[in-house]
């Protein structure tokens, strides 16, 4: 069955935390703005080489827009982009929640003590184990 072609997302191939996602993010929380690569180096301290090479890239891959003078802009047609910051700040919120996330929460003391303790009586059974063989 055919589809309106506009009406078709385009593909976002961005991991956050990447370079290209961060520039990303930036333009499409500015949308009324344009910026040098420069500038977005400055705001979010990279490189001006890799700004400029990322930029140039997200450009060709029709992620952003570029004005003559040099000036890269969010594209307004990119509905899914323009969307994106905010999934991606949905994705950070929930990393920084879970559970799982070691980074963010502080260790148990008394979880790293018994974790400690199997440990060293797991190290010390396999020392064990290594030098019966050894002398046997």
């Known amino acids: 069955m055919p589809i309106h072609r506009q ?3 385009e593909e976002v191939d961005l991991k956050p935390g990447t370079t290209k996602s961060r520039i990303v993010v930036f333009l499409y ?16 301290e990279i490189p001006p080489g890799t700004a400029t090479t990322t930029l140039r890239r997200l450009h060709d891959e029709g992620y952003v827009g570029r004005i003559e ?3 890269y802009h969010g594209r307004d047609d990119r509905e899914d982009l323009r969307r994106y910051p905010a ?13 799982d996330n070691k980074t963010s929460r502080t260790p148990d003391p008394d979880r790293v003590a018994d974790t400690e303790s199997v440990e060293n009586a797991t190290l010390e059974s396999e020392i064990e184990e290594l030098e019966d063989e050894l002398d046997g």
């Open 69 to 71: 003078d040099g000036y």
């Open 29 to 44: 929380q500015h949308l009324d703005l344009a910026y040098t690569p420069g500038e977005i180096a400055t705001e979010l």
């Open 7 to 9: 009406s078709h997302p």
């Open 87 to 99: 999934s991606v700040a949905e994705t950070e919120a929930m990393t920084e929640r879970h559970p």
